[in-house]
């Protein structure tokens, strides 16, 4: 490889890894708009549950088939690309297979390599299989249309291109390498170029190494757009997610200093101090992206588009509205909205008349949902729908005063009775002497 070469991967690089810089950053700043929130309580279980759910994958083999060819995939692609620090050495400097030196070390780490590739190579198969001929519920339900089905498989030919390649390269490089113990798969591919001349091979191997590395490049600035930014971000969400039991609700510390205020017979309830000029007054809940904590919006960001949590959802499967996998990419699409406004008036929010409450999920689909935490329980990287749901729910209410009838019915009662029920406190008994 001349120094021309050289400097053509090197600008490579830079573009790749320039532009991908550039969408983490736009990542980082569309999270934080967020409402702060703190999440360094218990950092042990915190560590642990990154440990065991992003890096483990235990959620995922809850259904076994899914969850192993997903593993597959995962530590395949991962540790493949541990052949990128090599491919980044030989392109900077000039070198060709730079870590061949290690002699049966790398014999040993290319074949693990090459067992790897052909199982990622199955896996990504049954994957699409699995969306495009089985055609399960979960990957044709209605909230899954347009891009979010085609990004999918997007991904899996890009699976399928990139280990590709990578036997072809070896493959043909089998050659010109003195010792190709380790080429325990290319070894059989390589019959195939044995009619090609040198010059031919050289060709095929020098584009295939072209390609590999350019697809990668690719393939780590398109995460950004698609539903596999998971990759990156499992990490960070499942160790900020709520450690709270599930079901356990936050409490608005403006409503419970009004409730304590009202529950202390020594207070003096005109004596509550007053809003400072220019205070803004508390917001209840949330009706656009602003008003939800950046743990809700990195889970957003974090959704894997899988579906589970829409199959498990009991509103979803008696035919309601609600899929709590449409919440979240409802999110994201909105939070990206709110983002490029803000890209496109220099750093400042304009307001454009949208909100993610209305224009993105109807109220109908909100009351549809029973509060079960299904979803949050199927979720293989610990997304939290329903946090977002009931927060939009408090906006609906405490906001707008916009419950459903038999809701507003409830809460009169409860305030009229002391119960739900439309029976004053002195009729309640009445039902012994029936």
Known sequence: ????????????????????????????????????????????????????????????????????????????????????????????????????????????????????AILVLVAVIVFWIRRNIVKLQRFINPDLKGFPKNDANYILYFEMVLMTLFLVMNATDNFFQMNNSGNLISQHIA???????????????????????????????????????????AFPNTFFADLNPLGKFNNLEAVTNEVKLMM??????????????????????????????????????????????????PANLTGKKLSPRKIMMDTRDRLEEVGKNIDANKGIFIPDNKTLLNDY????????????????????????????????RRYLVMEQSAAPMPINAMMTNVENNGAPWPYSQQDRLNWKDE
Not at 215 to 225: E, H, Q, T, V
Not at 378 to 389: A, K, T
């Open 1 to 116: 490889m001349n120094y021309l070469d050289n400097i053509f991967f090197a600008i490579l690089l830079i573009a790749g890894f320039g532009y991908f810089y550039n969408n983490i950053k736009k990542l980082i700043r569309n999270i934080n708009l967020g409402i702060d929130i703190d999440r360094k309580d218990n950092p042990s279980a915190r560590w642990k549950n990154m440990a065991m759910i992003a890096l483990g994958q235990s959620k995922m083999v809850k259904r076994p088939i899914a969850g192993i060819l997903h593993i597959i995939v995962y530590v395949g692609f991962i540790i493949i690309n541990i052949e990128l620090l090599e491919i980044i050495i030989d392109g900077l400097v000039g070198t060709h297979r730079v870590f061949s030196s290690l002699g049966a070390v790398y014999g040993f780490l290319i074949g693990s390599f090459e067992i790897l």
């Open 264 to 313: 202390d017979p020594n207070a003096d309830p005109f004596a509550a101090p007053a809003p400072t000029e220019g205070e803004v007054p508390a917001k209840f809940g949330a009706n656009d992206v602003q008003d939800l904590n950046w743990v809700q919006l990195l889970n957003a960001y974090t959704c894997t588009e899988c579906g589970r949590c829409t199959s498990a959802c």
């Open 191 to 233: 019959p195939l170029f044995s009619g090609f001349s040198e010059s031919s091979l050289h060709i095929v191997e020098r584009t295939t190494w072209w390609l590999h590395i350019t697809g990668i490049l690719i393939f780590l600035n398109y995460l950004y757009f698609s539903k596999h930014l998971h990759i990156l971000l």
């Open 361 to 392: 999920i109807t109220p109908e689909e909100l009351w549809a949902c029973t509060s079960c935490n299904a979803c949050v329980e199927e979720c293989p990287v610990n997304i939290s729908p329903l946090s977002i749901i009931m927060d939009m």
